[in-house]
């Protein structure tokens, strides 16, 4: 017989499982969608045009029809496309669902339109308010919060095709003083991250990993290089941090969002140009393409994380649907392999490591999440010790300063951005 334990953890196992499926089959139709509909706008059309996809006009003409796209959507779908993503944690509160349908419709647009947004926080905003409400109806007596969590684990596991990050995330968010065991509590929510974990490993493989030079001894000088590595990533993090309230204040104050995105799409459009086709999308797929160009000299790489880094903040402010997790990692990688290039004498691996911890650490102030972005990117065990010792240095810096985030206005609902 099992341990009264042991019967409450499989209680929510089932659901658990079913909520991990469901976000990952969410995920891969909602990034199908958008595969399908970017290879429309960026290969088929402008060569049916006989326009060169990379053109400044085909650039700029897509990327601002995109924000206007957007914008519309924004404007008259029911619920406004859900919340403004530079408002909310990566795990907020449950949005009502009928703002769903235009959440989607306005993720999918700026994923295949080139916008520099990744799409973990919609993803999540939709897993979180399907799994709230639908869960509510069959099992009332089990709380909202813990909908949440189940729905957050599932996505986590379906977005990095590992458990492990949501293990991680949920270790130091379920480590309360309640007498329950941690493992008790996490028990559903790994189900849940693993159930989605291996439903995305049935469609496609999350490629994270960098093709980077083997790291070798840890030497004591590298931990010095590592910790100067994440200070400068940490820098150029809080110019970020710095500009995007302001930004967005000032865009907002034109209050159509139809004019907000247009002119933030036409922005981002004269940054792609001057950046090039690496720089626009979420940025996963464009950093193995930059680490796989070996024409890149120290001063392009320089140009890619800062055209990416203000793509981000201008994409972020102007209210495009999309997480800011994606783009950061390829600023990230694009300072790390600058700083490589610069000081040869540093590996490549302890350049782009602790530049993805220092700016992910910035973006998420997660120290878990930063610390397994850094060993997925670089994947070396050596490299472990060296990270866990440049974040100490690094949460030091951070302690106290602002988020990534804009404070919410308190007479904007959380539903409405119009």
């Known amino acids: 017989m099992l341990h009264p334990r042991a019967r409450t953890m499989l209680l929510l196992s089932l659901p658990a499982v079913a909520i991990g499926i469901a976000s990952s089959l969410i995920l891969i139709v909602v990034m199908k969608i958008a595969s399908v509909l970017q290879n429309l706008l960026w290969q088929r059309l402008p060569g049916t045009l006989g326009i060169a996809?990379?053109?400044?006009?085909?650039?700029?003409?897509?990327?601002?029809?995109?924000?206007?796209?957007?914008?519309?959507?924004?404007?008259?779908?029911?619920?406004?496309?859900?919340?403004?993503?530079?408002?909310?944690?990566?795990?907020?509160?449950?949005v009502p669902p009928f703002a769903l349908p235009g959440l989607i419709v306005a993720l999918i647009l700026g994923l295949a339109g080139g916008v520099s947004l990744g799409p973990e926080h919609p993803i999540m905003t939709v897993n979180i308010a399907l799994a709230v409400a639908i869960g509510a109806r069959l099992l009332p007596r089990v709380n909202r919060m813990e909908w949440t969590i189940l729905a957050s684990a599932g996505t986590i596991g379906a977005l990095f095709?590992?458990?492990?990050?949501?293990?991680?995330?949920?270790?130091?968010?379920?480590?309360?003083?309640?007498?329950?065991?941690?493992?008790d509590r996490l028990f559903a929510p790994l189900m849940a991250a693993a159930a989605g974990a291996l439903t995305t490993g049935l469609f496609f493989h999350p490629h994270f990993s960098l093709p980077i030079a083997h790291y070798g001894q840890m030497e004591m000088t590298d931990i010095l290089s590592g910790a100067i590595v994440a200070a400068i990533a940490i820098a150029a993090g809080m110019v970020a941090v710095w500009c995007l309230p302001r930004l967005h204040a000032m865009m907002h104050q034109m209050k159509n969002p139809v004019l907000v995105l247009g002119i933030g799409g036409f922005i981002l459009g004269i940054l792609g140009v001057i950046g090039g086709p690496?720089?626009?999308?979420?940025?996963?797929?464009?950093?193995?393409?930059?680490?796989?160009?070996?024409?890149?000299?120290?001063?392009?790489?320089?140009?890619?994380?800062?055209?990416?880094?203000?793509?981000?903040?201008?994409?972020?402010?102007?209210?495009?649907?999309?997480?800011?997790?994606?783009?950061?990692?390829?600023?990230?990688?694009?300072?790390?392999?600058?700083?490589?290039?610069?000081?040869?004498?540093?590996?490549?691996?302890?350049?782009?490591?602790?530049?993805?911890?220092?700016?992910?650490?910035?973006?998420?102030?997660?120290?878990?999440?930063?610390?397994?972005?850094?060993?997925?990117?670089?994947?070396?065990?050596?490299?472990?010790?060296?990270?866990?010792?440049?974040?100490?240095?690094?949460?030091?810096?951070?302690?106290?300063?602002?988020?990534?985030?804009?404070?919410?206005?308190?007479?904007?609902?959380?539903?409405?951005?119009?």
């Open 278 to 418: 690496v720089s626009l999308f979420k940025g996963l797929d464009e950093m193995q393409q930059m680490v796989a160009n070996q024409a890149f000299s120290t001063s392009d790489y320089f140009l890619l994380a800062v055209i990416k880094l203000a793509a981000l903040v201008v994409a972020a402010a102007s209210g495009f649907r999309g997480g800011r997790i994606f783009p950061a990692v390829f600023v990230a990688v694009a300072l790390g392999l600058m700083l490589h290039e610069h000081v040869p004498a540093v590996p490549a691996a302890i350049t782009v490591s602790c530049a993805i911890l220092g700016i992910v650490l910035v973006v998420t102030r997660d120290g878990w999440l930063s610390l397994f972005m850094a060993a997925v990117v670089v994947p070396n065990t050596t490299l472990l010790p060296l990270l866990c010792i440049v974040m100490l240095p690094a949460w030091l810096l951070l302690a106290g300063k602002p988020m990534m985030m804009v404070n919410r206005p308190k007479q904007q609902p959380p539903h409405d951005n119009v």
């Open 161 to 183: 095709g590992t458990p492990v990050a949501a293990a991680l995330i949920f270790s130091q968010t379920l480590n309360g003083s309640s007498e329950v065991p941690l493992w």
């Open 53 to 94: 996809q990379d053109s400044p006009f085909w650039i700029i003409g897509v990327l601002t029809l995109t924000g206007i796209a957007v914008g519309l959507v924004i404007r008259f779908s029911q619920g406004h496309a859900g919340p403004d993503p530079a408002c909310e944690p990566l795990i907020g509160a449950p």
